[in-house]
């Protein structure tokens, strides 16, 4: 019996984390002893399922391999409170005994359960969450480390919470203190956040466009795992396999949990396995990637999508722009805000294409759903 090692879905790290080890790097040197590097303040983004979590998860484990103090949070409307009132004093309560100690000590001795709330007491001086990170920041420093603040799903409406961390977070990188802050969310969301007052600090943050994989990324994502499980997979199955993912690394996951299943007990994954697995695995991109994808677009950009659904490659803008009956000032706004949601790309002046693996074919298939799309350099590896 052979365990599947492919992980299908969304935020859970694969068995072998493709085409991120220079990326990675950047971040080693953060968490090293000394050397300034920009990636102390990153900003990553990049369509939904391109890896944006897991990338968070490897750089968090980085940290913490550096004895660093990690900091996570999903942002939502109430993510500084719940810092504030449970995971800082949680963190604080681990590591700062003294301070613990000296309140226990104290007049009222909390009962069990109260120490966080101690904790709590004793940063009560605002803004609190300010001096926490800061106490937080002086014990890793103590220690030769420093503190990562990581937050996953930057979205519009939760802007004000980003801005509430962002500003601590630079108070403290003004005074020179060892703290990093890294922040993913698809397109749309860190182009609001770019744009968005007192967030300006990020427009100094290192960008990281998370693109698919190329096709030797790909084709390592799928083999390594098969081996080192003990299993084959022959090159016609294992090209079949990759170019079947198009590098999109929720495909990969999912065509390669697919074929694995297929014939499990066998020692060969063979190309019918592939095969049959890539056509389920594209069947399921609807409803897991294409349709989350297309919601929260208007009736009009999905217009656009459907106008250039009608081309088997690269659109013409202008021919997108006639088959709306739009002027093509009028499209123009729907091809930016497009660009801007990672939902298409333009690969070339005056033309776009969709952004995510089978979109063109689910709006064909479904053209009351919506849309989305998939980048360019990775994309040429897969050009024969
Ligand atoms: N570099 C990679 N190599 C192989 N698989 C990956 C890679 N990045 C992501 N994945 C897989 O892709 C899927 C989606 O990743 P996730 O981080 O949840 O995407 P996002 O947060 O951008 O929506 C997961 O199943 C994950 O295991
Ligand atoms: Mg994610």
Do not use: C
Request: glycine share 8%; hydrophobic share 45%.
């Amino acid at each position: 019996m052979h365990d599947n090692p492919f992980r299908p879905g969304f935020g859970i790290s694969p068995p072998m984390l493709a085409g991120r080890d220079a990326l990675l790097d950047e971040w080693r040197e953060v968490f090293g002893l000394g050397a300034w590097s920009p990636y102390r303040a990153a900003l990553v983004t990049g369509m939904r399922g391109v890896g944006k979590t897991v990338l968070l998860n490897a750089v968090e484990d980085l940290a913490l391999a550096h004895d660093w103090t990690v900091v996570h949070g999903t942002l939502h409307a109430s993510l500084v409170d719940e810092l504030e009132h449970d995971r800082l004093p949680a963190l604080l309560q681990a590591q700062d005994a003294e301070a613990v100690t000296r309140d226990v000590t104290g007049v009222s001795v909390p009962q069990l359960g109260g120490i966080t709330t101690a904790v709590v007491r004793q940063y009560e001086r605002e803004p609190r969450l300010e001096s926490m990170l800061g106490r937080l920041v002086e014990l890793a420093e103590g220690r030769g480390a420093g503190v990562l603040v990581s937050l996953d799903e930057v979205a519009i409406e939760s802007l004000d919470q980003l801005r509430r961390i962002a500003i601590a977070v630079q108070h403290l990188m003004r005074e020179d203190r060892r703290i990093a802050i890294v922040a993913a969310g698809v397109p749309a969301s860190i182009a609001a956040a770019l744009d968005a007052d007192g967030l300006t600090f990020f427009r100094r943050a290192q960008q990281v466009r998370l693109d698919t994989l190329t096709l030797a990324e790909t084709r390592a994502a799928i083999a390594e795992p098969v081996r080192s499980r003990g299993r084959t997979i022959g090159e016609a199955a294992l090209d079949r396999a990759a170019r079947g993912s198009e590098g999109y690394p929720y495909l990969v996951q999912s065509i390669g949990a697919r074929a694995w299943e297929y014939t499990p007990s066998t020692s060969a994954i063979t190309t019918d396995a592939v095969q049959h697995a890539v056509e389920v695995a594209h069947a399921a991109m609807g409803e897991s990637v294409i349709v989350p994808a297309l919601r929260g677009l208007s009736a009009r950009d999905r217009d656009y999508l459907l106008a250039m659904a009608e081309d088997d490659g690269p659109a013409s803008t202008a021919a997108v722009a006639e088959r709306m009956g739009a002027t093509s000032g009028n499209a123009g706004r729907q091809r930016s805000r497009l660009l801007d949601g990672g939902i298409i790309v333009a690969p070339e002046r005056g033309r776009v294409e969709f952004a995510i693996p089978r979109m063109r074919e689910h709006l064909r298939a479904h053209p009351h759903d919506a849309q989305l799309g998939l980048p360019t350099k990775a994309r040429e590896t897969f050009r024969d």
